[in-house]
């Protein structure tokens, strides 16, 4: 069973930066693509930015420009570089494995993700 832990998320101010960090533990499938994800009060969970093994990332629209994904694979850990953060962005921020039509593990428990305006 593959256990993923995010950490990094706080309260921070319109326009402030943070950075996340999902590490994945136990019989992780290392050769698969990465990704963040986010679920806002109310809202579905929607995927923010993914990364393939080879690194090649790809994000959502709303994320464009502002924020990074990346990997250390030697490390199962997948981080996302947020700047320029809006308030729409507040949301618990979520790793997974993208999978057609869904992922690939459990879901973690998440880190909060709150920008005041």
């Known amino acids: 069973q593959v256990q993923l832990v995010e950490s990094g998320g706080g309260l921070v101010q319109a326009g402030g930066s943070l950075r996340l960090s999902c590490a994945a533990s136990g019989s992780v499938a290392t050769i698969t693509a990465r990704g963040w994800y986010r679920q806002a009060p109310g809202k579905q969970r929607e995927l923010v930015a993914s990364i393939t093994y080879s690194g090649s990332p790809n994000y959502a629209d709303f994320v464009k420009g502002r924020f990074t994904i990346s990997r250390d694979s030697a490390k199962n850990t997948v981080y996302l570089q947020m700047n320029s953060l809006k308030p729409e962005d507040t949301a618990v921020y979520y790793c997974?494995?993208?999978?057609?039509?869904?992922?690939?593990?459990?879901w973690g428990q998440g880190t909060q993700v709150t920008v005041s305006a």
């Open positions: 997974n494995t993208p999978l057609a039509g869904g992922v690939l593990y459990h």
